[in-house]
């Protein structure tokens, strides 16, 4: 009867030496103390699991009040079904240490436990052991009993069913993360679980596997559909050991469908379309839809219209359906959609059909092996769905290698333009979108290029025109200009012949300076200059006078010689005494520096101004006459103040009136003669920029004006008086400083 106890214990012994499961065989004895009378003995049994072994063991616990010195107790364990029996022998040395041992003494030694007291504080008291023994191997499904001895006899006894059990644990679920949480409840055992979907057969197919050891009691699993068939599976390691099955999704309401159709899968057996969800015992019906898939890289599926298959128990007709790689079907569930393409696998199409985009239109290329009608119509991309455009044409082809056309028309060019093309025995319709990026970089460089020629084109006509117009210009007829210079200063000197070089260089006029004239040592200066002056002014040019201090004074000896002689015009036609008074005065101020003058400066001088005196009192105007004064030149009073019987000659400060004295030596006679717009337009513009360049070259042929120093006050007072006494009246003719 011992015989399967002792090999049971030799093996535990075995396995503890070895340290792998020291635990099996062992004896706790703990003393208690209490103020109430426990009713004694007690006795508990427990159903254990062993990672170490793949049966189970019962746990022994009783509770009993403590041995003497020298008095026993004894266990006995034995087994219904299998007949098997062993005991537990244990009996009290010492107040501190117990011996027992669990078979024959003979085959083992007795091992040593010590008693652990706890000791309270109480008035009246009670001390009892609670001995617990790990543990009674036993069977799964078999019933054990277990009776205490003492010297007296049976103390107590019990009988105990061991269920084939499985582990405890409890499953929460947070469904926005698709994760399951799982608390195990059983104690010093090792879990196996498993992430599974339970099928109709009640069997739980799974994916995931995770073992767990005893000192880890919470994990998480993550799962990738929210499903009502995911259910959690937890069993003890080891063979045809019986599994916990948890499915915490299978009585809840689930938001919506998306899970349940990535899940699913498709197939077509010949003109069936079969869908068959992850969960077999799944209720759920979508709606089913064709669509077409524009690119075969993404997922863009346009829908048909009037293309939903109706079908029963799962099953859809698909024998009227265009059965092409891009053709697919949408499934729709509470708001979500999943597309699947069955057709990809089906082989090549009876038809193809190409388009090629024109001027105004879509040229389509069909080709079908039978002979069948087909159906055209334009459409308009809007996000994922393609609204019909314009009228459906229609076209019958026959059945071989021979394409057909069909042309179908649009108003206008768009990238979102596209064109439904469908054979009208069949279901679900082909979109095909042609590509205008080409049409359009065409368009673009078409376009770049033709106004590259208008440019062109414009600048070769502008370059013809211009040469013309200055060629015109160059050619033309100009009215001669007669410069006068009137000081001997290098500063004035430079500056008029700047002028006259410019007029010349840049103006292509006639441009006569005594400096220049080769012919006025033969003649002489007056000569000279009564024959230039009697020449330009015939030839309608302009004599410019360049006015400067000497020039004043030299016109003021000339009024004075006039006025003496009795040849002064004025509207009295005398001098009065006071304006004799103011003359003097004037003439002492002006004629302070003796005037430094060369046999040509001012003998040309003096003939110009009495050409100039000799205009004034022929017509009172001088016509053909100017005076040119330079900004900056001479800081003398007497360069800005010209007298009054000079204010009807035209007067030109340079070059800030350098434009106006242009306009008043006119414009060539060969450009007032031409009638064309372009050429007159040309001209002035030509103009323009040539007297813009010689004002830039008077610019820098002028000296800069310096800083004068500040004047006192007493010589601006002085200064003012002179001024005040030299100014003559308006109403006579003697000289005015304006």
Not at 311 to 324: E, I, L, M, W
Not at 610 to 622: E, N, Q, V
């Amino acid at each position: 009867m011992y015989k399967a106890c002792f090999v049971a214990h030799v093996a535990v012994l075995f396995v503890g030496f070895t340290g792998s499961c020291s635990t099996r065989d062992s004896l706790r004895v703990r003393e208690e103390w209490t103020g109430a009378e426990r009713g004694l003995p007690k006795l508990r049994l427990r159903t254990l699991h062993w990672q170490d072994l793949l049966d189970v063991c019962v746990r022994v616990r009783l509770s009993v009040r403590p041995l003497l010195p020298n008095e026993s107790l004894m266990i006995e364990w034995s087994d219904s079904e299998s007949g098997d029996s062993c005991s537990l022998h244990m009996w009290k040395r010492s107040n501190n240490t117990l011996r027992w041992t669990s078979w024959d003494d003979t085959l083992l030694q007795p091992r040593k436990a010590k008693i652990q007291k706890h000791v309270r504080n109480v008035t009246s008291h009670q001390a009892f052991w609670i001995v617990r023994y790990d543990c009674f191997p036993a069977q799964p499904g078999s019933t054990v009993s277990v009776s205490v001895h003492s010297h007296s006899g049976v103390l107590i006894s019990r009988s105990y069913s061991i269920e084939h059990t499985v582990p405890k644990a409890s499953v929460t679920v947070d469904e926005h993360a698709k994760r399951f949480t799982v608390r195990v409840e059983t104690e010093q055992s090792a879990v196996e679980i498993s992430l599974c979907y339970n099928n109709s057969h009640a069997e739980c197919e799974g994916n995931y596997f995770n073992k767990t050891e005893p000192e880890v009691k919470t994990f998480n699993l993550s799962f990738p559909y929210l499903i009502p068939c995911v259910c959690v599976q937890l069993w003890f390691p080891g063979p045809d050991s019986r599994r916990n099955t948890q499915c915490p999704l299978k009585e809840k309401a689930l938001p919506h469908g998306g899970d349940i159709l990535s899940s699913s899968s498709v197939k077509v057996r010949g003109s069936v379309l079969e869908w068959k969800p992850l969960c077999p015992a799944d209720q759920s019906d979508p709606s089913v839809s064709l669509c077409w898939r524009i690119h075969t890289q993404n997922s863009y599926c346009v829908p048909a219209p009037n293309a939903t298959l109706r079908g029963t128990r799962r099953q859809y007709n698909v024998s009227a359906v265009d059965k092409h790689p891009q053709m697919c079907v949408k499934f729709s569930l509470n708001g979500s959609g999943q597309v699947f393409c069955p057709f990809e696998s089906e082989g090549r199409s009876e038809w193809s059909v190409a388009v090629v985009p024109g001027s105004l239109h879509l040229l389509l290329l069909l080709r079908s092996s039978v002979a069948a009608s087909f159906a055209a119509q334009l459409c308009i991309r809007d996000g994922e769905t393609c609204v019909s455009q314009g009228n459906i044409i229609s076209r019958r082809v026959d059945g071989g290698a021979a394409e057909a056309e069909l042309s179908v028309p649009f108003t206008f060019l768009s990238s979102a333009l596209c064109v439904q093309v469908w054979r009208l025995d069949l279901r679900g319709r082909r979109i095909l979108c042609p590509d205008f990026t080409h049409r359009r970089w065409g368009l673009i460089i078409s376009t770049a290029v033709t106004l590259l020629a208008a440019v062109t084109v414009l600048v070769c006509i502008t370059c013809y025109l211009f040469k013309e117009s200055a060629s015109v210009w160059r050619s033309a007829e100009r009215r001669p200009v007669l410069l006068v210079c009137s000081s001997d200063d290098a500063a004035h000197i430079a500056a008029v012949c700047s002028l006259a070089s410019g007029l010349q260089g840049e103006l292509l006029m006639d441009v006569r300076l005594a400096q220049w004239a080769s012919s006025l040592a033969q003649l002489g200066p007056v000569p000279w200059l009564y024959g230039q002056c009697q020449a330009v002014q015939k030839a309608g040019g302009l004599v410019l006078i360049a006015w400067s201090p000497d020039a004043h004074q030299a016109f003021l000896r000339r009024a004075k010689s006039d006025w003496v002689a009795g040849s002064q015009f004025s509207e009295t036609g005398l001098y009065s005494a006071a304006e004799e008074e103011e003359q003097r005065c004037c003439d002492g101020e002006w004629m302070e520096k003796p005037v430094e003058s060369s046999f040509i400066t001012a003998p040309v001088l003096d003939a110009a101004l009495c050409c100039l005196w000799t205009g004034l009192h022929s017509d009172g105007h001088a016509r053909g006459f100017g005076l040119v004064c330079f900004q900056g030149l001479n800081n003398n009073s007497s360069s800005t103040y010209i007298p009054k019987q000079l204010r009807c000659v035209p007067k030109y400060c340079l070059p800030k009136d350098l434009s106006s004295l242009l306009r008043h030596l006119g414009e060539p006679t060969g450009a007032q003669g031409s009638g064309r717009c372009w050429p007159r337009l040309l001209s002035k513009a030509l103009a323009f920029f040539m007297w813009r360049q010689l004002a830039r070259r008077l610019k820098a042929g002028l000296p800069v004006p310096s800083k004068t120093k500040r004047k006192t006050l007493m010589q601006k007072k002085q200064q003012s008086k002179v001024v005040s006494a030299c100014l003559c009246s308006k109403k006579h003719s003697a000289p005015e400083l304006l």
